[in-house]
């Protein structure tokens, strides 16, 4: 299976019941199975979509070290720190349906992290291996103290 490379950067209109429309560009890169999604926050003000498959590839692996770990006793006194994973586990990603025309209704809990009103614009970012949904403020932030490091980015990785 071929991957496809996420880029672009759009605006988008949350509505007045927490959805949002992901952009008609992304239709080509982005096709979840069945629109099986997973939302994860990533930073205050940004949220990341992912196909479902490629989440949970990636996470569940690492999830199994961590209890197989656990229950060998492994762990030692790390018992805060697993806590602290576990609830930011917890709490971290939830699965999402994308309905119609790629519409996207933002849970509970997430739409006070990335911290929009209903009516308010968001930023939508290809982030190459997913989608980003930005509080406009903090992608600004962001793309102001990032946006010099592109070319060493772009060396680092294409060797």
């Known amino acids: 299976m071929k991957k496809e490379f996420i880029t672009g950067e759009?605006?988008?209109?949350?509505?007045?019941r927490y959805r949002l429309t992901l952009p008609n560009e992304f239709d080509k890169v982005f096709k979840p199975d069945a629109g099986k999604c997973?939302?994860?926050k990533e930073g205050p003000g940004c949220l990341s979509l992912w196909d479902e498959t490629v989440w949970k590839s990636n996470l569940d692996q690492r999830v199994k070290m961590v209890r197989?770990?656990?229950?060998?006793g492994d762990l030692g006194r790390n018992t805060p720190d697993l806590q602290r994973f576990a609830r930011l586990l917890s709490t971290r990603h939830r699965d999402v349906q994308l309905a119609g025309r790629a519409r996207l209704m933002l849970p509970e809990g997430f739409r006070e992290f990335l911290a929009v009103e209903p009516q308010k614009d968001v930023m939508v970012?290809?982030?190459?291996i997913c989608i980003e949904i930005w509080h406009p403020?903090?992608?600004?932030?962001?793309?102001?103290?990032?946006?010099?490091?592109?070319?060493?980015?772009?060396?680092t990785l294409s060797h």
């Open 10 to 16: 759009f605006c988008r209109t949350i509505d007045d």
């Open 137 to 155: 403020k903090k992608w600004m932030d962001y793309l102001e103290n990032d946006i010099s490091h592109f070319g060493t980015l772009l060396e």
């Open 38 to 40: 997973v939302i994860a």
């Open 68 to 72: 197989d770990r656990w229950q060998l």
């Open 125 to 128: 970012i290809g982030a190459g």
